[in-house]
């Protein structure tokens, strides 16, 4: 009896230390789990010159530097345009033609400036402010600015489809991996609407387009090459060069004879309709002649905006396919999606009548 009596006690205690032990050690786990796991401050990206970039994972001063209006553009697609923490060059401030900007992204207007009237870094002045990122397009920059142990990435944008890549490096560095994908579904479906709507028409019957500085009788961007196409037209000046900037004479514009002239400044509109030098050209005898709408970017350069300068051209070129009112929702739902802007009814008259 005895013997029973002290087993069973030791049974006991034994039976309480392995319960004790088990509690403790769920004690334990649930204290593991609930230990925060502390998120990265930075990550690394590869940028379009190839190298390794560490950017922090928390921005919130953004800088770009050069092309500071295609980057803009690119900066406000993400819906970070309230980071940019300097005002634009004097390049960009010297008529009203970038003041949409200042709707896009309030706090640059009186910023500090980044670069003077010539294009040069003020190296003090970025580095007084510590922007947390900066962008630039040109690698002479990208030198000086890591020289001075700033972080920056590069850009650059030479064939239409290197949007895709440029959106998809910004929206890693920012954080904004969704919207880039987003934004690249987006112009894949506008390029294919574009494609579908233009399909039936004839090689006949397809207008003329010249587009460029015309009065300076030079074409600026090759890009021009592929948006004038896709909305329908003929651009006279698409000799298939790889080269940005094509010049030509006031002869040639009166042996293409062009349909409708787009212009990339709208001064240009009355210098084209009171020389008498072009008096016999289609575009000018019909009044088809329109200034291009810079918004973000200018519409027929380098710019996110693209797609609506697709279809901008075609409301130009054949207004039964691309009407005024779809033209209207296009741009309404393009700045209202990615920029979080909305439109009024006023901008986007100014912008769809590109002449004023």
Excluded at 117 to 145: Q, W
Excluded at 201 to 209: I, Y
Excluded at 311 to 338: C, G, V
Aim: charged residues 30%; proline residues 4%.
């Amino acid at each position: 009896m005895w013997r029973n009596r002290k087993l069973l006690a030791i049974l006991m205690v034994t039976t309480m230390l392995m319960a004790i032990l088990v509690l403790a050690g769920c004690g334990d786990s649930t204290a593991d789990s609930e230990t925060p796991v502390e998120e990265p401050t930075e990550h690394t990206v590869t940028d379009m010159a190839g190298r390794t970039v560490t950017v922090p994972t928390e921005i919130n001063k953004i800088a770009n530097f050069g092309s500071v209006g295609v980057q803009n553009a690119f900066i406000e697609l993400m819906g970070e345009g309230s980071k940019i923490c300097h005002d634009m060059p004097a390049r960009f401030t010297k008529n009203d033609n970038w003041k949409l900007q200042y709707e896009f992204a309030p706090q640059i207007k009186g910023a500090p400036l980044f670069e003077d009237a010539n294009g040069e870094v003020l190296i003090e002045v970025v580095l007084e402010n510590e922007p947390d990122v900066c962008f630039s397009m040109s690698k002479e920059t990208i030198e000086l600015l890591e020289e001075n142990g700033l972080t920056t990435v590069y850009f650059e944008w030479n064939e239409v489809e290197d949007v895709k890549t440029a959106v998809t490096l910004m929206g890693e560095v920012l954080g904004k991996q969704d919207t880039a994908e987003d934004y690249i579904e987006y112009f894949d479906s506008k390029v294919a609407k574009a494609r579908d709507l233009t399909k039936k028409l004839g090689e006949e019957d397809k207008k003329t387009v010249l587009y460029g500085s015309v009065t300076e009788f030079s074409q600026p961007h090759v890009i021009a090459e592929w948006w004038i196409p896709l909305a329908g037209g003929i651009s006279v000046t698409d000799n298939e060069r790889t080269e940005d900037k094509f010049t030509y004479t006031l002869e040639d514009i009166l042996k293409w004879d062009p349909d409708v002239i787009v212009s990339t400044a709208e001064k240009q509109i009355e210098e084209l309709e009171t020389d008498s030098r072009f008096d016999n050209v289609t575009a000018v005898k019909n009044d088809e002649i329109y200034a291009i709408p810079t918004v973000a970017h200018v519409w027929g350069n380098r710019t996110v905006e693209q797609p609506l300068t697709v279809f901008w051209m075609m409301n130009k070129l054949y207004p039964e396919l691309m009407t005024r009112e779809d033209l209207s929702e296009e741009i309404q739902y393009f700045y209202a999606h990615f920029f979080k802007y909305e439109m009024s009814d006023e901008q986007i008259a100014e912008i769809i009548d590109g002449k004023k």
